[in-house]
């Protein structure tokens, strides 16, 4: 009886793993499929207003991008979106 109990503690643990590793993946394929826009209006929000992409030139935006990654804590992949879309919207 005690055996069936471990066993039966084993499989509920194990399925949660499953469950939250599984939910944790997808979650971060949809942050992947973020386009560079929403990326942009989700993070530069946060602290103050979305600047004009033509306000700076390319050259520019790539120095605040690094800027910017590390005051938001974005990955490389993100703010290499972010600075990709302004770029083409300025
Ligand atoms: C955690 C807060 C925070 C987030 C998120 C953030 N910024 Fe900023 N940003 C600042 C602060 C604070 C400044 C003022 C300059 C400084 O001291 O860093 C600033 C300044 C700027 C400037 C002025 C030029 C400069 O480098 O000083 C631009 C342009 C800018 N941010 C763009 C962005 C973009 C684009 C994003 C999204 C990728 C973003 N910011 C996300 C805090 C943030």
């Given amino acids: 009886m005690k055996k069936l109990l471990v066993i039966g503690t084993m499989i509920i643990s194990l399925s949660s793993i499953v469950f ?10 949809l942050a992947a499929q973020k386009s560079g826009a929403q990326l942009w209006a989700d993070n530069c929000l946060r602290c103050h207003n979305l600047p004009s992409p033509a306000a ?26 972010i600075v990709s879309f302004i770029q083409t919207a300025n």
Avoid at 20 to 29: I, V
């Fill in 56 to 81: 700076y030139n390319d050259v520019e935006w790539e120095t605040i991008g690094l800027h910017m990654k590390e005051r938001a804590n974005m990955t490389t992949e993100q703010i290499e979106k």
């Fill in 20 to 29: 939250l590793t599984g939910s944790c993946s997808s979650q971060r394929e």
